[in-house]
């Protein structure tokens, strides 16, 4: 059981920066982003490819973190300049990074195993036993990290900005403010955070794969939703802190019920699926209790 424990723990918090950044876009911009599926691939298909090229690791996840980006700038601008529905957008983008991740990857699977990765690196500094607890301690360190910079980001005028453009688009532009520009933003540090987790969870697995990012987005958004449930009175740190635990607790759900032989492996994203719609039918059930009026 401990080895099930400390396998969700790793997994879920590494995971969790991608629930992060589809709580941006899916809570705080109000946008159905489908760019996350390629964006997550493309962050393992930096990170790897430039692991396999000798860059130092640490800046293979920047510059996973940078493309990630660019991937949430391209859906900005096709939404925004263009006019295309958000979700269409989201489409577009991620056909077209299907294509260029095996460009950067220039096959379908690059195996990690014999390069060193900043796991490694983390496992040999302070002589840990295992991936996992390299995993733990890493995932701790960027969780914090990210948690503390969006808690500081978006209680600035800009982000600010940002959330009310999510809750109100005309009344920001009545105000003077350029939504488009708070749309790009947003969207750009969501599939940042995205890449970010793609680059960090193919180090943890050892390789990267065109096919890594399938169902992503429903994995962050159960994510999302159990962390919702659970911190029912949200503001944002609790909101992202909840994220994180429930990013755990979805992963700890899968480890259990695939070791329980219930559930076939091959059935894990029919799985997801249901644990996403119980999640969002209990948390509708709770708001319509919330706004029904009291009897006198």
């Not at 269409?88 to 195993?113: C, Q």
């Not at 403010?177 to 955070?193: F, H, P, V, W, Y």
């Not at 990267?208 to 159990?226: E, F, K, M, P, T």
């Amino acid at each position: 059981m401990s080895s099930i424990l400390t396998s969700a723990v790793s997994q879920g918090l590494l995971w969790a920066i991608l629930a992060i950044g589809i709580h941006i876009t899916y809570r705080i911009l109000d946008i159905s982003d489908l760019t996350s599926e390629g964006s997550f691939t493309l962050g393992a298909a930096v990170c790897a490819t430039a692991i396999v090229n000798n860059i130092p690791p640490i800046l293979a996840i920047f510059m996973a973190l940078i493309s990630g980006s660019l991937a949430g700038m391209i859906t900005g601008l096709l939404h925004t300049k263009l006019q295309i529905p958000s979700l269409l957008a989201g489409i577009l983008s991620m056909t077209g990074l299907y294509s260029i991740n095996l460009r950067i990857m220039g096959k379908a699977n690059i195996p990690l195993n014999m390069h060193s990765t900043l796991l490694t690196n983390i496992k040999e500094l302070f002589n840990l036993g295992k991936d996992r607890d390299a995993a733990i301690f890493l995932g701790i360190i960027v969780c914090v990290i990210v948690i503390i910079f969006l808690v500081w980001f978006f209680n600035t005028e800009f982000g600010y900005a940002i959330v009310a453009t999510g809750n109100n688009d005309k009344m920001i532009r009545a105000n003077g403010i350029n939504s488009d520009i708070t749309k790009i933003a947003g969207l750009m540090l969501a599939n940042a955070l995205i890449a970010l987790s793609g680059a960090l969870v193919c180090q943890y697995n050892g390789y990267a794969d065109v096919q890594q990012g399938i169902g992503a987005i429903v994995i962050g958004l159960a994510s999302v939703i159990i962390g919702e449930v659970i911190f029912r009175n949200r503001n944002l740190i609790t909101s992202l802190i909840g994220i994180v635990i429930g990013s755990i607790i979805y992963r700890l759900i899968v480890a259990i019920v695939i070791n329980s032989n219930y559930v076939s492996a091959n059935d894990m994203k029919l799985f997801t699926a249901i644990i996403v719609a119980v999640a969002l039918y209990v948390a509708n059930v709770d708001f319509k209790k919330k706004r029904r009026p009291k009897k006198c």
